[in-house]
């Protein structure tokens, strides 16, 4: 298994409450303009009903429900600034080109991937804890949360939020110290290695992940 695969395999039982506190927090870049570590937070809380609510809507088309969780995902996640992360060094001798495709292509793998285990989601909540700027750059904001599950005990889950000018993106996901962005940079550098860092390569081994899904 690749990438997204592998994480969600490693926390198989957690795999439904991470993608629902994905889809709780997708909506923090749409969201006005906050001030301070604690408005992140509070963005959180304040936003857990409305994203459920926007895709468990009744007689939502399965098309719909992926535009809308598409929309989501492009909005909240910093796509670009991950896909710079997990490339690392890589990210850097890439063309245009092909940094446009990997990130088309990343995006699409945290589609196909997720918006198939909501069916997993049973109306488990989120408690949302502390928010703490990172003393090296307080534009980043770290917020711990945890999620309330009726079996089993809590899942911490913490986040990792950029605040820009147009409001927050979400820059990693770390689900019990696991960190989805450090998975995938040590996965995708090592596949580029193989290739002798081929861009395109990593993109079509993507792609396979995507069309077996």
């Known amino acids: 298994?690749?990438?997204?695969?592998?994480?969600?395999?490693?926390?198989?039982?957690?795999?439904?409450?991470?993608?629902?506190?994905?889809?709780?927090?997708?909506?923090?870049?749409?969201?006005?303009?906050?001030?301070?570590?604690?408005?992140?937070?509070?963005?959180?809380?304040?936003?857990t009903d409305r994203a459920v609510d926007q895709l468990t809507e009744p007689g939502l088309s399965d098309d719909e429900q992926e535009r809308r969780f598409r929309s989501l995902i492009g909005e909240s996640f910093d796509i670009p600034a991950i896909g710079r992360f997990v490339l690392g060094r890589y990210w850097r001798r890439a063309s245009e080109d092909e940094r446009a495709a990997f990130l088309a292509t990343f995006e699409d793998l945290m589609v196909h991937?997720?918006?198939?285990?909501?069916a997993e989601y049973s109306g488990d909540k989120i408690s949302v804890g502390v928010a703490r700027p990172f003393k090296s750059n307080p534009n980043f904001i770290s917020v711990s949360s945890k999620l309330l599950r009726d079996e089993g005990e809590p899942i911490r889950i913490?986040?990792?939020?950029?605040?820009?000018?147009?409001g927050y993106r979400i820059v990693d996901i770390v689900a019990e110290g696991i960190s989805i962005a450090v998975t995938l940079r040590s996965e995708y550098t090592s596949v580029l290695k193989q290739s002798g860092g081929d861009i395109d390569a990593l993109v079509r081994k993507l792609r396979a992940v995507i069309e077996a899904l």
């Open 158 to 166: 913490d986040w990792r939020v950029r605040r820009r000018d147009d």
């Open 1 to 47: 298994m690749f990438g997204l695969l592998r994480i969600t395999t490693q926390i198989r039982r957690p795999a439904a409450a991470i993608l629902a506190a994905m889809l709780l927090a997708a909506l923090l870049g749409g969201q006005a303009r906050a001030q301070g570590a604690q408005d992140a937070s509070r963005f959180l809380a304040d936003l």
């Open 113 to 118: 991937r997720f918006l198939p285990l909501f």
